[in-house]
């Protein structure tokens, strides 16, 4: 079925560098995506999201890229530090289902490792 | 302040126990889903409450699970008979909208395991 993934399931960057985690979709439907950090025993932690509407959307050190017409998502983390380790997921808003939710499609995660 | 919390945060049980796991989501989140997370996969989707009202269980695997939200802020997920390929990490999210474009914000998560 369709579903969101990820290119990279590992990526290893220096400290100071810069960090591109991409991330494809498959649903031309949906509206929201958004960027979770999990760090080990915690749970997915909030990052940027980014309406359909847009393309680019920056936060602090992250910026967010949407690609409709290849359908490619991808987060640029700035001058990486040793607490952005984590596993990074993309995750998408289809938009209502039959029932009126509207739940996240998740991919299976990206790791980062900061070498210091 | 406070974000959505679960309890117990570590569940182990023989297979056919029942068993309880509770979400408590941001004071005055109106959406409530429970997401269920392998090791190395994303969450996914299990089931879903506005207030209330369970709107969408259609992510549940089977009629041994359930959940409810009776007063439209805690919630259970409970799942009877327990079975070995229901050990996982059950996580709880809540946003703050009944509609689509809302942050959902999730909880620690409690890790089933049955034995």
């Known amino acids: 079925g369709e579903s969101v993934g990820l290119h990279l399931p590992t990526l290893s960057v220096q400290e100071g560098d810069n960090s591109i985690i991409n991330c494809a979709y498959s649903?031309?439907?949906?509206?929201?995506f958004i960027w979770y950090k999990q760090e080990s025993g915690k749970g997915p932690q909030f990052i940027i999201d980014?309406?359909?509407?847009?393309d680019k959307r920056q936060g602090q050190r992250v910026t967010v890229l949407l690609n409709k017409t290849v359908k490619h998502l991808s987060l640029q983390i700035a001058a990486t530090q040793p607490g952005d380790s984590a596993v990074y997921f993309c995750?998408?808003?289809?938009?209502?289902?039959?029932?009126?939710?509207?739940?996240?499609?998740f991919g299976k995660g990206t790791k980062l490792s900061v070498i210091p | 302040g406070a974000g959505v919390s679960q309890s117990p945060r570590y569940k182990v049980t023989k297979r056919g126990q029942d068993v309880a796991l509770r979400c408590d989501p941001i004071?005055?989140?109106?959406?409530l889903y429970w997401y269920r997370q392998a090791l190395g996969q994303g969450p996914e989707f299990l089931t879903y409450?506005?207030?209330?009202?369970?709107?969408?269980k259609s992510g549940l695997p089977n009629d041994r699970f359930s959940a409810e939200r009776p007063e439209g802020s805690i919630s259970t997920l409970t799942i009877q008979r327990t079975e070995q390929r229901d050990s996982a990490m059950y996580r709880c999210?809540?946003?703050?909208?009944?509609?689509?474009?809302?942050?959902?914000?999730f909880g620690p998560g409690t890790r089933l395991l049955v034995l």
């Open positions: 999210a809540s946003s703050s909208e009944g509609g689509g474009g809302e942050t959902q914000y």
């Open positions: 649903n031309s439907a949906s509206d929201y």
């Open positions: 980014i309406r359909s509407n847009m």
């Open positions: 995750a998408e808003n289809r938009g209502p289902s039959g029932a009126g939710s509207y739940q996240l499609t």
């Open positions: 004071s005055g989140h109106v959406s």
């Open positions: 409450f506005n207030y209330e009202a369970q709107q969408d």
